[in-house]
Each structure stands twice: as structure tokens, then as C-alpha cells.
């Protein structure tokens, strides 16, 4: 998981640096061509879009940067934490559910990912198999129970 989400970050930075280097200063001289800049809404445009290509940029940076701190090895093995793949069963509901923790930046939900940082996320972190854990949605408390749990080291050590 640290290497796809690694891979993801590297690839939208190579995209954003193409963008921030090549495209965007050829779309700001076309726009500073067009006379006052004052008025120019294509210029107004090009600069917003690179100071939030700029800003984009920093922050990815910063995630590539913990990511690389991130120490699979000191991971407890038995309890819900980043990159782990969790099933657990509404109580009230009686349904189940499979998802995998993964960092804010890059939730797919068709894929069954939630953010560590969501409130599922944040319920749930430290949990160990068939512990009953109270969650405050924006919809009420919900209860879970953890079914299974496969951690990032027992993912890791099964590669």
C-alpha cells in the first residue's frame, strides 16, 4: 500500500511539475499578449492556477516526505492503523463492511478505501478483532464490531 500510494503522489507530482514549468508560462505570455493585465481574466486565471499548482506541489512534497518516515516494522500487528484492511459488522443494521484505512489524499471508495482521518477512520484506530467500538457519524452513533483485520505488516510480511 505505502508503494502504490508513493507511486500515485510521484506520478500527479511529475503531471503538476509539467504543468507548473511548461503549460502554464506558455498560457501566461499568450494572456500577457492580450494587453492590460489589470482586465485579462486568462492571466487571472493562469496565476491562480499556478499558485494551486505551487501550493499542490508543497504539499505532496510533505506527504512523500512522511511517507518515507513511516516505519512498517513498529506498526502493532493486531490493531486497526493506517493501511489496514478492516470487515467489520454494523450492530444495529446487521450488515458488514470491507474496507482498507488509507491516507486522507487518497480515498477511492468505489475500491472499498476510507481516510484514517474520517470519523469510520478515526472510531476504529487501535481496534483489535472482535472489539465493539461506538462511532459519532454526522447521521447519529453507529456501532461496529471488528470482524477481521489484516494490518500493513501482516501485508507487508505476506508479500
Known amino acids: 500500500m505505502l508503494d502504490e500510494i508513493r507511486d500515485r503522489i510521484e506520478d500527479e507530482i511529475e503531471r503538476l511539475t ?23 481574466s486568462e492571466y487571472k486565471a493562469a496565476k491562480d492556477r499556478q499558485e494551486f499548482v505551487q501550493a499542490r506541489l508543497n504539499h505532496l512534497t510533505r506527504r512523500v516526505a512522511e511517507l518515507s518516515k513511516i516505519d512498517v516494522t513498529e506498526m ?11 470487515t467489520i459488522r454494523d450492530l444495529e443494521a446487521d450488515e458488514t463492511f470491507t474496507f482498507t484505512i488509507t491516507a486522507g489524499d487518497f480515498i477511492d471508495l468505489d475500491a472499498g478505501q476510507i481516510s484514517l482521518a474520517s470519523p469510520i477512520g478515526q472510531g476504529l ?27 500493513l505488516p501482516q501485508q507487508v510480511d505476506s508479500d
Open 18 to 40: 509539467h504543468e507548473l514549468n511548461v503549460e502554464l508560462p506558455e498560457k501566461i505570455k499568450i494572456a500577457m499578449e492580450h494587453g492590460d493585465l489589470r482586465e485579462n
Open 76 to 86: 502493532p500487528e493486531d490493531k486497526v492503523g493506517f493501511g489496514s484492511k478492516v
Open 125 to 151: 484506530l487501535n481496534a483489535e478483532v472482535d472489539e465493539e467500538v461506538t462511532v459519532n457519524l454526522p447521521a447519529g452513533e453507529r456501532r461496529y464490531r471488528i470482524l477481521e483485520l489484516t494490518t
